[in-house]
């Protein structure tokens, strides 16, 4: 590799295909010292004996007044003597010698930039010669007052493949990714998105594109109104995706569900989705009756490992949907049929004339839950395969054997009725 071609005698190698190695030494504005080659004749001292101090072998700096080994190929010792920085005096009487003019750099090789004003060749493959050029932030005036008054008149390139999937963005999509940057893969892009309203009452916000299926909205705008941190007062019976909510209790469910599938003539099915209902108008009724539950049953006032205070355990509860209902609606219907949307809109389940899909009650009236998945199963005889899980504060509960339609209410002032397995019961039926 060949010596830069600076005319102040640059010891440094160039940069192929440039003949200099800096764009300081390019345009003649670099600080190098003339090194003796590159004196006038006349004005080369005479070599001088190799200094004492030097190691065996060694040559001494090019600085005058200095007595250091220099660091092959450079001709100086440090940068500070290289720049004429080191505040050495001059160990010759004769005055210092004059360096010549300095030499128009010969012109690079290549395309000039693009930016107007800019004299600086491009940097191939690129049609600019920095990124301030090419983004317009390098300050530089039209050298041209004739040319278009633009900065960089040349129209650029339309882009090619498909564009990102961010509603509102013209960028071209990063191959191999449906969307140009990461931003808009996760909808902190600020893009207008074109998706339905925000699944959060009174929020006039539309929903983003959904990161984990593309093509696709999220049910809310952001994590605030999905957390219920936005303020919004939210209505009875509004569902959300588990998955995007609260994942860690999406797969929990999702593993219970599979767990109780206790089957073995039926295949446990894929679970699609778990949607959590708002019901937080029955909250205080609810926490009301367990704190009554307690307070007949103080045995039952703490918590364990399988139930919560009043023994409030997690029930599967099988119905019929006939609609669409977490497909293609987030609404609840209002056909007569469809029992899971009667239950989103009467706000959860209710006693009233309560009785298994059967068209009797093998226990009597009352609401019918199971901690089998497998046995709700067989009440979900819908269009579409659905099945609530719910708390359920089952209290002290009276074991049935067999069965009793006559039921009214829990026998033996007890809480709940549980039907043991036995016979025609191949699970629990509390």
Request: proline content about 12%.
């Amino acid at each position: 590799m060949s010596n830069c071609m600076c005319p102040k005698g640059c010891p440094l190698p160039k940069l192929a295909p440039h003949n200099f190695c800096g764009r300081s030494c390019g345009n003649g504005t670099c600080t190098h010292l003339p090194s003796p080659s590159h004196l006038p004749q006349a004005a080369v001292p005479a070599a001088a004996p190799a200094p004492a101090a030097a190691s065996p072998g060694g040559t001494k700096c090019a600085c005058n007044g200095c007595n250091n080994t220099v660091f092959p190929p450079h001709p100086f010792c440090s940068r500070k003597c290289g720049t004429n920085a080191c505040g050495h005096s001059s160990s010759s009487a004769a005055p210092a010698p004059a360096a010549p003019a300095p030499a128009v750099a010969p012109a690079f090789s290549g395309p000039k930039c693009s930016c107007n004003g800019c004299t600086a060749p491009a940097l191939a493959p690129h049609p600019f010669c920095s990124r301030k050029c090419g983004t317009n932030a390098c300050g530089h005036a039209s050298s041209s007052s004739s040319a278009a008054p633009a900065h960089h008149p040349a129209t650029p390139a339309v882009a090619s493949g498909p564009p990102c999937a961010c509603p509102g963005c013209t960028a071209p999509a990063i191959p191999s990714f449906t969307f140009c940057s990461k931003k808009c893969g996760t909808g902190t892009c600020g893009h207008v998105a074109l998706g339905p309203a925000c699944r959060c009452p009174l929020c006039p916000n539309p929903t983003r594109p959904n990161p984990k299926n593309p093509g696709s909205f999220t049910d809310f705008c952001s994590t605030n109104c999905s957390s219920k941190a936005c303020g919004h007062p939210h209505k009875p019976g509004l569902i959300r995706r588990l998955s995007q909510t609260d994942p860690i209790k999406f797969n929990e469910i999702k593993q219970q569900f599979a767990s109780k599938w206790l089957s073995t003539t039926i295949p446990c099915p894929t679970v699609r989705e778990i949607y959590s209902v708002d019901l937080s108008n029955k909250k205080s009724k609810f926490d009301a009756y367990q704190r009554m539950i307690i307070a007949k049953r103080p045995h039952l006032a703490k918590a364990t490992a399988k139930a919560g205070p009043g023994n409030t355990r997690r029930r599967f509860h099988g119905t019929n949907q006939n609609c669409l209902l977490g497909i293609a609606t987030m609404d609840p219907c209002s056909r007569s049929d469809c029992s899971v949307c009667l239950i989103l809109k009467s706000g959860g389940l209710t006693t009233a004339k309560a009785k298994s899909q059967t068209g009797w009650g093998r226990y009597g009236c009352g609401i019918y839950t199971t901690s089998t998945s497998s046995k709700a199963n067989d009440y979900s005889r819908g269009a579409v395969d659905a099945i609530f899980m719910a708390e359920v504060v089952v209290g002290d509960t009276f074991k049935l054997m067999s069965d009793d339609p006559t039921l009214t209410q829990p026998p033996g002032g007890k809480d709940s009725v549980v039907a043991e397995v036995s016979g025609a019961n191949a699970s629990d039926e509390p």
